[in-house]
């Protein structure tokens, strides 16, 4: 947990716009080295059932040994359900972009 911890700190206090953004919703997956199990947690930061929907991603796409964050600056405009759609898409983009993604078909889960 001392990892997730750090990468947060980092994020949130040297990344100076991440830390400003009125929601940081994170997910973390990862093996604990020590019992061989999935360790895994979310947090919505306020913007209500987004963490869980990131976890599930994580979960669904069985990502290992990583953490996602997407960052939401409100704008004055509430989107509705359909921010839920935006949010695990961009954190579908970021695990992709980052290699975090197994090269499975649909067929193969």
């Known amino acids: ?3 997730v911890n750090w ?8 990344a100076k716009k ?8 994170i997910a973390y997956r990862f093996t604990d080295p020590t019992t061989e199990r999935i360790v895994s ?4 930061d306020g913007e ?7 976890a599930s ?8 040994d990583c ?3 997407v960052s939401r600056w409100y704008g004055g405009i509430h989107l509705g359900p359909a921010r839920f759609k ?18 499975k078909s649909k067929q193969d889960r």
Do not use: P, Y
């Open 7 to 14: 990468v947060l700190h980092e994020l949130l206090f040297n």
């Open 1 to 3: 947990m001392d990892h």
């Open 86 to 103: 935006w949010i695990a898409a961009v954190g579908r983009q970021g695990l992709e972009d980052a290699g975090f993604l197994n090269n």
């Open 18 to 25: 991440v830390g400003q953004a009125s929601h940081n919703m």
């Open 41 to 44: 947690d979310s947090d919505d």
């Open 57 to 64: 991603l994580l979960e669904l796409t069985d990502a290992q």
């Open 67 to 69: 953490m996602v964050v």
């Open 48 to 54: 209500k059932g987004s963490g869980s929907k990131l």
